[in-house]
């Protein structure tokens, strides 16, 4: 038997419940992690303001060849025709960006065009290039572009009264509002209790 199932199995018949971690409805699953592309164009501001609004969501960043190659093809499938915001930024301080660092190393990956980021136009915000391949470029925030939101997974405890009552978009719409595992506001809260106000 396999081993996963075995531990679903014995907390069915032991506890009671099982875990599931999901991602909320319209966002993609990668890793650990959920992605959504939002639906319109938007200045960087309103972006970042749109994950944080959206399940609590962060402005996604790639932290990996991987996930970057997964962020592209997901946003190309979409919008194959424009660029991407991304987390990146120097609003605070000229030079010194946010999230991501200039050249992949100790600091984290790092994805930038040849000769970026060079605060053309006073560019103060990080995007993911259409015509450079998908290489990172800055650009002014106000710019009008789709916005990527990046979640952790949802863990979420599902009892047989709780599937009972509720379909799984609705777990879902409930995981999304109530908390996720590894967010930084419910770290000390492991297993959220979509489920327990049954
Ligand atoms: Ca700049
Ligand atoms: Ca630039």
Not at 18 to 31: H, K, T
Not at 33 to 54: G, L
Not at 79 to 106: H, R, V, Y
């Amino acid at each position: 038997m396999d081993g996963a199932f075995q531990v679903i199995l014995v907390l069915w018949v032991c506890c009671g419940y099982i875990l599931a971690e999901i991602c909320p409805p319209d966002w993609n699953r990668y890793g650990e992690s959920c992605y959504f592309i939002s639906n319109t164009t938007m200045d960087w501001y309103q972006a970042n303001r749109t994950c944080t609004e959206r399940s609590r969501a962060n402005l996604a960043y790639p932290t990996s060849q991987p996930e970057q190659d997964y962020i592209w093809e997901l946003f190309q499938n979409k919008f194959p025709s424009t660029d991407l915001w991304i987390g990146c930024n120097d609003i605070e301080e000229e030079g010194n960006w946010q999230e991501c660092p200039m050249k992949s190393g100790t600091n984290g990956y790092a994805n930038w065009g040849d000769g970026e980021p060079n605060d053309q136009y006073e560019s103060d915000c990080g995007l993911i290039r259409l015509s450079n391949n998908g290489l990172w470029d800055d650009y002014p925030c106000t710019h009008g572009l789709f916005a990527v939101c990046k979640l952790p997974v949802c863990s979420v405890r599902l009892t047989p009264k709780c599937l009972l009552r509720h379909a799984m978009e609705e777990l879902e719409k409930s995981c999304s509002g109530k908390g996720c595992r590894s967010h930084p506001q419910y770290q000390t809260s492991l297993i959220d209790n979509c489920c327990d106000d049954q």
